[in-house]
T-cell receptor
Framework: AQTVTQSQPEMSVQEAETVTLSCTYD???????LFWYKQPPSRQMILVIR??????QNATENRFSVNFQKAAKSFSLKISDSQLGDTAMYFC????????????FGQGTTLQVKP | GAGVSQTPSNKVTEKGKYVELRCDPI?????LYWYRQSLGQGPEFLIY????????DSGLPNDRFFAVRPEGSVSTLKIQRTERGDSAVYLC????????????FGPGTRLTVT
């Protein structure tokens, strides 16, 4: 079975500081994709960053970067220079090439950025 | 361009009633997904359409749930004999195709069964 685990239900960070959200996953697939989604109170799920498992280089998108440790099945998200607008629920998600694109989500981490 | 839209935004219904939830995907997107998100949880997959056909309905919880996409665009999720446990946010997502792996989500429909 494919599972995604986020062990931090809630986190907080001061504005302008850096925070790291953790995610681990379990799969026997060799070809897969990992994502971080942001869900603000508006409910709109927004893609933050994606990582292809076959790529060794960690993905980056502006202030967002990942630490992808394939052997450890770990996929953490680092947010640098945190902004008030980063306050949201963050979900780690997984899909295997054989999954027809359906996403498997973790339980989520609520991040609060404090002024 | 327009994103994924879902109607209604909120739906309150009585136990035992029938409801329909609508999803209008991004134009040109052939893949469409439905997810259900319970309070404080991550979304759970329900069903996936490629074009007009349901390619994977393994996430539908029981036969009270059904979804259609007759013309390969708009999709409707139908729930019969609603139960209080069906209360959740129902999210729809679309992608260019099933190999793009980048899904665009709608704002969801919050269903409350009283």
């Amino acid at each position: 079975a494919q599972t995604v685990t986020q062990s931090q239900p809630e986190m907080s960070v001061q504005e302008a500081e850096t925070v790291t959200l953790s995610c681990t996953y379990d799969t026997s697939e060799s070809n897969y994709y990992l994502f971080w989604y942001k869900q603000p109170p508006s409910r709109q799920m927004i893609l933050v960053i994606r990582q292809e498992a076959y790529k060794q280089q960690n993905a980056t998108e502006n202030r967002f970067s990942v630490n992808f440790q394939k052997a450890a099945k770990s996929f953490s998200l680092k947010i640098s220079d945190s902004q008030l607008g980063d306050t949201a629920m963050y979900f780690c998600a997984f899909t295997a090439s054989s999954n027809t694109g359906k996403l498997i989500f973790g339980q989520g981490t609520t991040l609060q950025v404090k002024p | 361009g327009a994103g994924v839209s879902q109607t209604p935004s909120n739906k309150v219904t009585e136990k035992g009633k029938y409801v329909e939830l609508r999803c209008d995907p991004i134009s040109g997107h052939t893949a469409l997904y439905w997810y259900r998100q319970s309070l404080g949880q991550g979304p759970e997959f329900l069903i996936y359409f490629q074009g007009t056909g349901a390619a994977d309905d393994s996430g539908l919880p029981n036969d009270r749930f059904f979804a259609v996409r007759p013309e390969g665009s708009v999709s409707t999720l139908k729930i019969q004999r609603t139960e209080r446990g069906d209360s959740a946010v129902y999210l729809c997502a679309s992608s260019l195709d099933s190999y793009t792996y980048e899904q665009y989500f709608g704002p969801g429909t919050r269903l409350t069964v009283t």
